[in-house]
């Protein structure tokens, strides 16, 4: 329960340069000074909050384990909300055991997965969005991400959706204070006015609804798969964008029976590489399989890399492959091997969409292929504010919203009394409330918070 006191080893469970032990809850300035010894004395409530004081730490027995530092901060200025302190100490896993030990000892208890967290919004110190950007933060696995994570923990996506809100609450004072006060010198309630202002709700949650395909690429990365027909050079390719052996390469056609995955960043994007095996007709049931997964992983990419082998030329096959990728998911089509001799056929006079010469083995053309990425999905910082959709349960919830408030509007030109359509209005409320924690239900928040790692 909040307000009792809690702590947890915030550092990885590595060997590390530098360890901390964070407490929060009533008393734990108490609780660490219990196993802190400042070197000038004096006890370590007895120094200002906020500062780092030097000292030695003990374990439970009292024996001095380490030199460290400590500090601590009062209930309402840290970042739970609530009396807070940390110790820093070397990152020996063994002398933080002992550490977190000798707090147990002094009546703390075992911070529970992301329970810092969730005291610092259950006490109002964010919101749910900033909670959920805290684990964002920590798991950005590129410099965007970390841009996104960090304008939305300052609030990006939460302005942005209480601006929503705010437009929305005031359609509802108004027709309440008009009704309540018939007698005062208020602006009618019109149904113009309502209209106006439901349109610009809907025009803005339309808006942020279409920010969550690049927050989720941005926070997830971009599923790519990569297409081919046999022996393209399609395992090659990943091989060389990861930058070691991850998948198996041999010249014969069909080597890859199964999906391989693995993530790197390319262009400043985070992908989410998928090898997929050829495709073509086989009567091979394992290869079959293997077929059927790549298609299958063409129907969920985000980015699909059609490889043609260029010694072989473009094909009745290597097109049609190319014109059904093109209708799925942004394409672009790589011809492979240009370090050896090209196809003496004629080639069919179409146009495909990015194409690209590349030698997977020499590596070669890489660097034309990150920048076409880079411009398929642009990473500046325009698109990294803080204010896009990056999770599942934050569209479903901006969703519900905008769909409640297209149903005022229709309720509204149908001729609707304002009283029936503002209940329309007051979902809209509850789903925007749900986005930023204001009213959402208990389960939700345990299934976020159980994400987080303990000590956070």
């Known amino acids: 329960m909040a307000g009792e006191l809690i702590a947890a080893i915030a550092t990885g469970p590595s060997l590390a340069a530098i360890g901390v032990v964070r407490l929060s809850g009533h008393g734990a300035a108490r609780c660490a000074g219990a196993v802190f010894r400042p070197a000038d004395g004096r006890p370590l409530e007895g120094h200002a909050p906020k500062t780092l004081v030097y000292g030695t730490l003990l374990d439970g027995e009292g024996r001095a384990v380490d030199k460290a530092l400590a500090t601590w901060s009062e209930e309402g200025h840290s970042y739970t909300g609530e009396e807070t302190a940390e110790l820093q100490c070397h990152g020996s896993p063994m002398l933080l055991s002992l550490a977190l030990e000798a707090l147990f000892a002094q009546g703390a208890r075992q911070a529970g997965p992301g ?87 809907e025009g803005e949650l339309t808006a942020l ?30 091989n060389a964008l990861v930058g070691y052996d991850r998948a198996i390469v041999t010249d014969i056609p069909g080597t890859t029976r199964d999906t391989v995955e693995e993530k790197c960043v390319l262009g400043g994007v985070l992908l989410r590489l998928i090898d997929t095996a050829g495709l073509r007709e086989t009567g091979d049931e394992v290869e079959r399989l293997g077929v059927e997964r790549s298609r299958s992983a063409m129907e969920g990419a985000g980015l699909i890399l059609v490889v043609i ?22 394409t672009l089509v790589l011809f492979n091997k240009c370090d050896l001799p090209p196809a003496d056929i004629p080639r069919p006079l179409i146009a495909l969409p990015g194409e690209i010469e590349i030698s997977a083995r020499e590596g070669t053309g890489l660097a034309e292929l990150a920048r ?85």
């Open 372 to 456: 076409a990425v880079a411009d398929l999905f642009p990473q500046g910082a325009e698109q990294t504010g803080g204010e896009m959709l990056t999770n599942a349960r934050q569209a479903e919830a901006a969703g519900r919203a905008r769909d409640a408030v297209l149903r005022a509007g229709e309720a509204l030109k149908m001729g609707v009394t304002p009283d029936a359509l503002l209940t329309d209005v007051e979902e809209a409320l509850s789903a925007l409330g749900e986005l930023t924690g204001k009213t959402v239900r208990e389960d939700v928040t345990d299934r976020i918070f159980e994400r987080f790692c303990v000590g956070k």
């Open 115 to 201: 329970e810092f967290t969730r005291r610092a919004f259950l006490n109002g110190k964010l919101d749910l969005v900033q909670a959920e950007a805290v684990m964002d933060l920590i798991d950005a696995e590129t410099p965007a991400a970390v841009y996104q994570a960090a304008g939305q923990l300052s609030g990006g996506l939460s302005r942005r959706v209480e601006g929503v809100y705010d437009g929305l609450v005031d359609v509802m004072a108004h027709f309440h204070a008009v009704l309540d006060y018939p007698d005062e010198d208020l602006d009618p309630f019109t149904a113009g006015t309502v209209a106006a202002a439901l349109a610009r709700a």
């Open 209 to 238: 609804l279409a920010t969550y395909d690049r927050g989720r690429f941005l926070k997830r990365g971009v599923p790519t798969a990569i297409v081919g027909l046999p022996n393209a050079g399609k395992s090659s390719l990943l």
């Open 309 to 330: 082998d260029r010694t072989t030329g473009l094909t009745g096959e290597a097109l049609a492959l190319a014109q059904e990728a093109m209708g799925k998911a942004p």
